[in-house]
């Protein structure tokens, strides 16, 4: 099987702009999850799409969003860039459903703000 | 804020030695993960293990849960070069749920 595919997987933007990243799960999963990485603040959870919806959320301001498709592919898209956006971004799936599983992991999107 | 705190914070040992890391978690859980990250990139999960469970193997890993204490160790035995990596132990936020909680994570460097 295939793994979890993330694209792009470095970026650099600019402050104020806005950025899309897109995240492939393993076929058969239906649940997406993404996570922040920076240095100050380790990983934190982002959200989690099920089945289209979104079904847990961290305490991240609006201007991160997200949506998964009907074929499960997730992205996720942070508005009006600040220099503190600037992390390693991780894309999980799992099979979801009742409980929780073991996640795998993408290779993460690199995004750069300046 | 963060579930889980590893103990050490970073950890060198020679190739070969068994290394030895801890995860202490704050509420009550189901499950508890670790996972391995090689210099910044993607995480990779490691075992999963249950909270009726107390000791768990796979191939050179071992990790053991006390949910009396809320912690959790795991053990690499017979270190390699490549087991050089972050290690973080990371449990659900709630019962039955895919929203995970990270440890602040240990680094463990094997030296050749």
């Known amino acids: 099987k295939a793994g979890v595919t993330q694209t792009p997987r470095y970026l650099i933007k600019t402050r104020g702009q806005q950025v899309t990243l897109s995240c492939s799960p393993i076929?058969?999963?239906?649940?997406v999850s993404w996570y922040q990485q920076t240095p100050g603040q380790g990983l934190q959870f982002l959200f989690e799409?099920?089945?289209?919806?979104?079904?847990n959320k961290g305490n991240f301001p609006g201007r991160f969003s997200g949506r998964q498709f009907s074929n499960s592919r997730s992205e996720m898209n942070v508005s009006t860039l600040e220099l503190g956006d600037s992390a390693l971004y991780l894309c999980a799936s799992s099979l979801g459903g009742q409980g929780s599983h073991e996640q795998y992991f993408g290779p993460g999107t690199r995004l750069t703000v300046t | 804020s963060q579930q889980g705190e590893e103990d050490p914070q970073a950890l060198s040992i020679q190739e070969g030695e068994n290394a030895t890391m801890n995860c202490s978690y704050k509420?009550?859980?189901?499950?508890l993960q670790w996972y391995r990250q090689n210099s910044g990139r993607g995480l990779v999960h490691l075992i999963l293990i249950r909270s009726n469970e107390r000791e768990k193997h796979s191939g050179r890993l071992r990790v053991t849960l006390d949910t009396s204490k809320k912690s959790s160790s795991l053990l690499i035995t017979a270190s390699r070069a490549a087991d050089t990596a972050s290690y973080f132990c990371a449990t659900p936020t709630n019962f039955g749920n895919e929203k995970l909680t990270f440890g602040t994570g240990t680094r463990l460097t094997i030296i050749p």
């Open positions: 076929s058969g999963h239906r649940s």
């Open positions: 509420t009550s859980i189901n499950n």
């Open positions: 799409y099920f089945s289209e919806t979104q079904r």
